[in-house]
């Protein structure tokens, strides 16, 4: 973002007004990276394969993929929210149009665990815990990895959606100018967190998901608090997109960063691959997008099936452990070759998008359309700008 950077221009309202389909194909991406991690590191009784050393080169390069897959839909609240905030808008309806669109698949998915298996083994208190979406808050991996194991992040999302009002006001209240101070300052706290509690907090016993103790797990990676500061990137990157503040240096530089920063991930310490080395990538991704999209120019994430993928990404989220898990149980103990097991991973991830493209249609769609916006009549006075 920073350098010598043109002065500012903004964007003309048509191009404001854009949907961003690049952008909605890139919640696709972030969804399949999260699967591919469930995927390949599950718990030993689960994993699929034989081949000791295939398992472990496919764990070892799936590792990043998850908290990557979470950080860009983070970032990406953020750059969205911003980009679509409607100036005339209250504060009451976007937090209802956000419930409406995030609860109801929330609640199905919740109650399939509750069925498959968590009944037989969640307290009451974690299950109410779980229901209102405050498992993130608690730091114990027996409760914010319960019921449905994912969800965890909706919580954070559901903070997000409530700051969002006060954070747009005063992030728009920056002068376009110093938007890469307020950028900068964001992406330094994102590395410094992991710092802070590798020096402040003991990194044993380690807890399943990898080498850090559960409260550097929770602090660094679950609690919404630390969380804000992706959204809050989110937000900048977007605002300085809009003020044309922002140099763009096009999709094919930012994903060979996003690469890079995936393999750099392998190899410093966890905390820093969880959440920090692919921050500053994952904005420049986004916002390349987004330009090409309001320059017409093509990017393979805006074709028609990347944009359908995108648009169920939140039920495919939601349900893919689910499904992998019944699949996983389906097939009894066991080991299997690399071709079967990943015939059998091509065949949960065909069913996942099939429900997930069900929860889309009959759950999501019909939920927003039938209650994102009030039937009063009375006009509200209390908006979001």
Known sequence: MTGTLAPPRGLAPEQLASRLPSLTGLRWVAAFGVWVYHSFQNVPELTLFRDVTVNNHLQ????????????????????????????????????????????????????????????????AWITVVNVVMLQPWVPDVNVFFSVDMPSWSVGVEALFYACFPLLYLLIRRIEPSRLKYWLAAAVAGSFAIPAILYLSLPSTPWVESGPVSELQLF??????????????????????????????????????????????????????????????????????????????????????????????SYAFYLVQLLVYLALRFSLGPGLYSTPVSLLILLADLAVTIVVSAALYRFVERPAVRRWSKSRARVPATTTVT
């Not at 309806?93 to 037989?120: D, E, G, H, Q």
């Not at 500061?229 to 300085?240: E, N, P």
């Not at 763009?248 to 960063?257: E, H, K, Q, R, V």
């Open 60 to 123: 070892a390069i799936s590792q990043p993929a998850g908290g990557l897959g979470v950080q860009v839909f983070f970032v990406l609240s953020g750059f969205v929210l911003t980009w679509s905030a409607r100036p005339n808008d209250t504060v009451k309806a976007f937090w209802r149009r956000r419930f409406v669109k995030i609860y109801p698949n929330y609640l199905v998915t919740w109650l399939l665990a509750m069925l498959m298996f968590a009944m037989w083994m969640t307290p």
């Open 219 to 312: 602090f660094a990676y679950i609690f919404p608090p630390s969380r804000l500061l992706d959204f809050a990137v989110g937000i900048l990157v977007a605002r300085a997109v809009m003020t044309g503040r922002w140099r763009d240096i096009g999709m094919l530089w930012s994903g060979a960063l996003l690469i890079a920063s995936y393999v750099l991930a392998m190899f410093v310490p966890f905390l820093y691959g969880l959440r920090a080395v692919s921050i500053v990538p994952i904005a420049l991704l986004i916002a390349a997008a987004a330009n090409a999209d309001i320059a017409g120019r093509f990017t393979l994430l805006r074709n028609r099936v990347m944009v359908w993928l995108g648009n169920i």
